[in-house]
């Protein structure tokens, strides 16, 4: 298991930006596809961006162009930059970690999460 904690959320006005942060610990994740999620209130876990162990990256359509993933393997991080945020952003920003080579954009594909970060665009 690898244990993921995020950091970087928190109130922005619409139009600004966020960068997101991931730090895995426990076992290697060099190997593992990792992604990022968010959830609002009431709604289902909605897929942002995965990247995969050598670099190749998948995006969501609700923010395709908006944000860019990251990743940094020997520091074990993963950084997910935001930019041209609107107040439809607003939700908890969750890391993932899939034990796969291959790139995933389905929540259940993923084997271990961090805690979220919240992510608050006003208007």
């Known amino acids: 298991q690898v244990q993921l904690e995020e950091s970087g959320g928190g109130l922005v006005q619409a139009g600004g930006s966020l960068s997101l942060s991931c730090v895995a610990s426990?076992?290697?994740?060099?190997?593992?596809?990792m992604g990022w999620f968010r959830q609002a209130p009431g709604k289902a876990r909605e897929f942002i961006a995965s990247?995969?162990?050598?670099?190749?990256?998948s995006y969501g359509v609700s923010m395709k162009g908006r944000v860019i993933v990251s990743r940094d393997n020997d520091v074990s991080t993963v950084v997910l930059r935001m930019n041209n945020l609107r107040p439809e952003d607003t939700a908890i920003y969750f890391c993932?970690?899939?034990?796969?080579?291959?790139?995933?954009?389905?929540?259940?594909?993923?084997?271990?999460w961090g805690q979220g970060t919240q992510v608050t665009v006003s208007s």
């Open positions: 993932a970690a899939r034990r796969s080579l291959f790139l995933g954009t389905v929540a259940s594909e993923y084997d271990d």
């Open positions: 426990g076992r290697s994740f060099r190997m593992d596809t």
């Open positions: 990247i995969a162990w050598n670099g190749g990256k």
